[in-house]
């Protein structure tokens, strides 16, 4: 097995990959040369393509996806297998800096270096984040990969089952000749009812630009090839003889074949026709997406103060569209001496605040309850007062010679009544 590593010429990679500087068996972790399926294996042959074939991975977040595409003996590409991605983090969007939480999108590149057998992820690759375009528009991150073990902070995490199989096509290619795959990692199927559906969100300059490398290769199948200039991404262009591409630098001139160009407008044609139908259309509502470098510091700053263990919202804050940010009630872990001191000085803020409303609680209920003993005490007198005052208002009414038995007590009834009214009013005024 040594010998034929060697003679492939995989060996000086693999050792690369690890990081190592022997030839040391050791250095290989088993679960990095696992076979394929036989099933996987099986369908290959089906389409066309051999083991060892070319092989591109394409990325869907809104829909959880990761695909791999290989290449037939006819050159183009087929998928040859799909699978749930287990964990992304953030939002719909690029990746903007260092700390954002967020999964890049975008056209990246996977040579042999960038696969790492002896990962902490159980296997991963970097997928090369930040490229030209990340870079001429200023943004920072790293170590962003694809990787098993089902946990993701900016990565696109799977299974370990997963991930083996995902780093086996990788290998194979590489084990074949490819010098380099490609990752094409896009926020959603860039459908015309999907592009209808986020055509008024912050990022859709951005999905627009992608959307021509996701049609390109949608018509060809065929990875599309990949330059930056203007600080944009450029597809299947050719530069003049002389002519270099400068990621932010102006785009030289360029060319590309009229076989290219006339299936691109057909399909563009038949893409507006559905686009603005979709307008019209009913459909879901968007996923929430990141609301540019303003949200993306917000969050980066979070995470920082995470990593320093200072207590912050277990999860990320979020950008408002009026600019106010929402951050979740419930803290996350301590685990620094200076978590455990915010954590204190909270604690002791909370206290004082519930010593406080308690005090200020016992003072409106002594409050009350003087209010209501003095308005029982002055009922009390008003209703003494009308009681000595009914009799002669009875006397007033009627002739002692001309009443009855049953006048005195209707007289007597009525007195009684206006005091339990009177007392009644006068209590409802004191809150009695």
């Given amino acids: 097995m040594f010998v034929k590593l060697a003679r492939t010429g995989l060996l000086i990679a693999a050792l690369g990959v690890a990081g190592c500087n022997n030839s040391s068996m050791k250095d290989f972790a088993p679960e990095a040369n696992k076979p394929l399926p036989d099933k996987i294996l099986a369908d290959m042959r089906a389409k066309g393509m051999v083991r060892t074939s070319s092989v591109m991975a394409r990325i869907f977040k809104e829909e959880g996806k990761l695909e791999i595409w290989k290449a037939k003996t006819n050159g183009r590409y087929d998928m040859v297998a799909s699978y749930d991605i287990c964990k992304w983090s953030g939002k719909l969007g690029p990746k903007y ?29 970097n997928i090369g984040y930040p490229n030209a375009y990340d870079r001429a528009n200023g943004r920072t991150g790293s170590n962003l990969m694809v990787h098993g073990a089902c946990s993701s902070s900016g990565c696109y995490s ?17 084990q074949g000749g490819q010098t380099e795959f490609q990752i094409q990692a896009f926020p959603f199927r860039m459908t015309a009812a999907n592009m209808a559906r986020y055509r008024s969100d ?26 930056v200039c203007e600080k944009r991404y450029v597809f299947n262009q050719v530069a003049a003889d002389g002519e270099t591409f400068d990621p932010a630098g102006a785009c030289p001139a360029t060319t590309q074949p009229d076989s290219l160009k006339s299936a691109y407008n057909s399909y563009m044609s038949t893409y507006d026709a559905a686009f603005s139908g979709a307008v019209k259309a009913s459909v879901p509502a968007p996923k929430p997406t990141i609301a540019g470098i303003k949200e993306a510091s917000i969050v980066s700053d979070w995470s920082k103060r995470r990593a320093r263990g200072e207590r912050v919202p277990i999860d990320p804050p979020s950008l408002n569209n009026d600019g106010s940010v929402t951050e979740t009630a419930r803290m996350g ?15 002791e803020k909370a206290a004082k605040q519930k010593a406080e409303e308690q005090r200020l609680a016992a003072i409106e209920a002594a409050k009350q309850a003087k209010e209501a003993a003095k308005a029982q005490a002055l009922a009390e007198k008003e209703a003494e007062k009308a009681a000595k005052e009914a009799p002669v208002a009875t006397a007033t009414i009627a002739a002692p010679s001309e009443a009855t ?8 009834s009525a007195d009684e009544s206006r005091v339990t009214k009177l007392k009644n009013k006068l209590l409802g005024m004191f809150g009695g």
């Fill in 158 to 174: 799977m299974t370990d089952a997963q991930i083996e199989q995902i780093y086996a096509f990788g290998r194979d290619a590489f």
């Fill in 333 to 347: 872990r301590i685990d620094s001496p200076a978590g455990r001191k915010m954590a204190a000085l909270d604690a």
């Fill in 202 to 227: 912050p990022n859709y300059d951005f999905w627009k630009m992608l959307k021509i490398g996701y049609d390109n290769f949608e018509i060809t199948k065929v990875p599309p090839k990949v330059d």
């Fill in 97 to 125: 800096t260092e700390g954002d939480r967020q999964a890049p999108e975008g056209f990246y590149t996977v040579r042999p270096a960038q696969m790492n057998p002896r990962s902490n992820y159980h296997l991963s690759f």
């Fill in 405 to 412: 038995p049953v006048a005195e007590t209707q007289a007597a």
